[in-house]
């Protein structure tokens, strides 16, 4: 266990804290995590230790963004290990609720996720996106921030929280920070932790694969023939399965056309084995 990162439990504890922070003038910047961290999550900390004076870390494995079939029971916890790495990266405060402290008895309410959901993630888990909404707004409302700090490699989310804040006239600012990845390529997630030795050496092909489609989109090739390209490419690299290949416009994620002009994002979900893999990259 950390002896020095501050770690709160209830919204109580939480709120003695920021009120104290707040008296003082300082602004203060959360870095919603689902625990697990890894050197991605720990360049966002060090993100918000540079947009605020104080950064706020929370952990909880949100059960609403988790359908029946899903990983919740066997996604990865690592407490302690987490508390070090925060020590480390110079965290001001953990808050890291119970379920029955963020969801007690009695809680009814949710946000719905506006259109940035609809499609891509929002066709294979159809639930996420209001479980993850309703979770960020109520850690907005517990926490009090004036930045959050969310990685690009969940373009969607980051997309719909955008939406959600706009929408909601939210008084936050979010921030989107870069994929962080493994040498070879493989974009840093706690679910990495999932593939065997075997399926790890296979993953990073999704990002170069992806690479190249934004590379051919970006010197005029054919959208379509470019993404039945890169499918059989991924199947040949031994991806069993893909969820969606496409290129969407990058602010509203709706259908995107080269002719536009307008920032492009291909976007990828397939699995290997029992580990779905997620990335995208710019065009
Ligand atoms: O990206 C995540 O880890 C989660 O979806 C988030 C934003 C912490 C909400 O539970």
Not at 55 to 62: C, E, G, Q
Not at 151 to 168: I, N, P, S, T
Request: charged share 25%; glycine share 8%; hydrophobic share 45%.
């Amino acid at each position: 266990m950390s002896d020095t990162v501050k770690i709160v439990r209830t919204v109580h504890d939480l709120r003695k804290v920021t009120a104290k922070w707040r008296h003082r003038g300082h602004s203060i910047g959360l870095v919603p995590t689902m625990g697990a961290l890894h050197a991605g999550h720990v360049s966002l900390v060090r993100l918000a230790k540079k947009k605020a004076d104080r950064a706020v870390v929370s952990i909880f494995v949100n059960p609403t963004q988790f359908a029946a079939n899903e990983d919740l029971s066997r996604y990865p916890r690592d407490e302690a290990g987490d508390l070090k790495k925060l020590d480390d990266a110079d965290a001001d405060l953990v808050w890291a609720p119970t379920v029955e402290e963020m969801y007690p008895d009695g809680f009814s309410t949710g946000v719905r996720a506006g259109s940035a959901a609809k499609e891509l993630e929002g066709t294979f888990r159809p639930q996420h996106f209001d479980g993850v909404a309703t979770v960020c707004a109520k850690l907005f409302n517990q926490v009090t921030p004036n930045v959050a700090i969310f990685g690009e490699k969940d373009f969607q989310q980051l997309a719909v929280l955008l939406q959600m804040v706009r929408d909601l006239n939210m008084p936050l600012k979010l921030i989107g920070a870069p994929t962080k990845r493994d040498t070879d390529g493989l974009a840093l997630s706690s679910r990495n932790a999932y593939l065997s030795a075997t399926e790890r050496k296979i993953a990073p092909s999704l990002f170069s694969i992806i690479s190249a489609l934004a590379g051919d989109i970006a010197e005029g090739a054919d959208v379509a023939a470019g993404v039945t390209n890169a499918k059989r490419k991924l199947t040949a690299a031994g991806f069993e399965k893909i969820d969606y290949i496409e290129v969407r416009d990058s602010e509203t994620l709706g259908s995107a056309s080269t002719a536009s002009g307008r920032p492009l994002r291909v976007l990828a979900a397939c699995w290997l084995g029992k580990t779905r893999l997620i990335d995208n990259v710019a065009v």
